[in-house]
């Protein structure tokens, strides 16, 4: 009898072990989905256009780069994807932009790697900036490197995503400690039943979705390390000028069944000064079975004037006719009813515009380190924060009021002070 026992345990032990290592299967996305149709064309000519590798840190990470334009955009996929989830946005911008979109190597577990693998292709291609576009995930780690290096995002789009917070891991603590013993065809398996019984049906059950998400790449080693991604926290500071001045899109679904409401709200909170989109019922993968909607907001967004940057052109003339004495530099950027108010003795003193410009005439060219400290724009009206930081020690602080005017943007009020000046 215990012989016996001992054999069904020994039969079960093996077969536990066995369905350990069995590896999920990937489906054949055309096998799934039998339609010719126009997503199925561009995404079988996508699958036949070469990928680049790049090492970085000892882990190798696989990108396409293609397009043209003047401007880049970077595409970061979720927690489930990979480089072709996008072939959809790849074709609809790559006769206007270059296009980057990479696989989140299966090593990588942390937002400062993936930060750190990014920075990298976008070196190895040569790119100084971009517009950054995530989802779910990938919107997660857009937001960590609006962050972090500013001076490197042109625009951002957070879609279908979360902002840092504490909800998602202390939700899924017991859960995260369990899965690391489960075995990967089980997790597949159960993440298969939520796509068909919560993602798909939010989709209206897209036949584009439901055969092309099987198909995706995973594994175990993937899905606990991109989960360690996604809650990685960081402590965003969204109040900065660098990060406020970088124009941001938040895209949501109103039914997506994968990122909370409550998550959804604070996203908002968080970037009070970012547009915001709303998919009406089409789930957590609109840029998949709602493309044609997803391109064109994408588009809108792209081609915006960025305010901020016109504004920072006006300033920087300001500044350049500051320290080469330029008058006529000087009269573009200032309205010509502009006026220029101080304090002095306790009074506040108005300069006429014309007394200004007289004495940067008579003063010169000036050394001086110029920099703006904070802006706000809201509508045709911005408030900015400048500094001037001379060699002898003395600063000066300016408040400028300017409006958008026929001409561009103008300087209508100036306020300023010395730093050191307590009067």
């Known amino acids: 009898m215990k012989k016996t026992l001992y054999k069904i345990l020994g039969i079960f032990l093996v077969l536990g072990i066995a ?39 000892n882990v190798t990470w ?32 790559e006769n206007r932009y270059r296009v980057i979109t ?42 960590y490197l609006v962050d972090h290096y500013p001076e490197k995002i042109e625009r951002a789009v957070f879609g279908n995503t979360f902002p840092p917070n504490k909800r998602i891991a202390e939700k899924n603590a017991k859960t995260a400690k369990i899965l690391r013993f489960v075995p990967e065809i089980v997790i597949q398996k159960v993440g298969s039943r939520q796509f068909a019984t919560e993602i798909l049906p939010a989709a209206h059950n897209s036949p584009l ?16 390390n991109r989960y360690a991604v996604v809650v990685d926290p960081f402590y965003p500071r ?25 998550l959804r709200t604070q ?60 008058e006529g530099l000087l009269k573009q950027v200032f309205h010509e009813q502009a006026r220029l108010y101080t304090v002095r003795n306790g009074k506040i003193v108005e300069i006429p515009l014309a007394r200004y410009l007289q004495k940067v005439r008579e003063d010169g060219p000036v050394t001086v380190r110029t920099t703006i400290l904070d ?12 500094q001037f930081e001379y060699p002898n020690g003395t600063t000066y602080q300016d408040e400028l ?22 009067r």
């Open 375 to 386: 802006g706000n724009v809201s509508g045709k009206q911005a408030v900015f924060t400048t």
């Open 209 to 224: 979705l439901a055969a092309f998400l099987p198909s995706l790449p995973f594994s175990k080693k993937q899905f606990m």
């Open 401 to 422: 009021t300017l409006l958008k005017t026929k001409a561009g943007w103008r300087i209508v009020v100036k306020t300023f002070r010395e730093v050191s000046d307590s």
């Open 238 to 262: 969204p109040f900065r000028y660098a990060v406020k001045r970088i124009p941001k899109l938040i895209i949501e679904s109103d039914n997506d069944p994968l990122i909370e409401p409550e």
């Open 19 to 57: 369905l350990y290592w069995i590896p999920s299967p990937r489906e054949d996305f055309f096998e799934r989905y039998p339609h010719k149709d126009e997503p199925a064309r561009q995404l079988k000519a996508f699958l036949e256009r070469p990928v680049k590798t790049l090492r970085v840190n």
């Open 267 to 326: 996203l908002k909170q968080f970037y009070p000064d970012a547009q915001v989109f709303t998919f009406h019922g089409e789930g957590h993968f609109p840029y998949i079975n709602a493309a044609s909607t997803y391109n064109s907001v994408l588009d809108s967004f792209f081609s915006q004037k960025n305010e901020w940057r016109a504004i920072e052109r006006t300033i920087g003339q300001y500044f350049r006719g500051r320290k080469q004495a330029d």
């Open 62 to 93: 696989e990108y396409y780069m293609g397009g043209k334009g003047p401007a880049t955009i970077l595409f970061i996929h979720g927690m489930g994807g990979a480089y072709d989830l996008w072939w959809q946005q790849v074709f609809a911008f």
């Open 102 to 143: 990479y696989t989140l190597p299966e090593d990588i577990n942390s937002l400062k790697g993936a930060a750190e693998g990014i920075l990298a292709i976008l070196k190895n291609e040569g790119v100084d900036s971009v517009i950054v576009v995530g989802t779910s995930m990938g919107g997660y780690i857009a937001q």
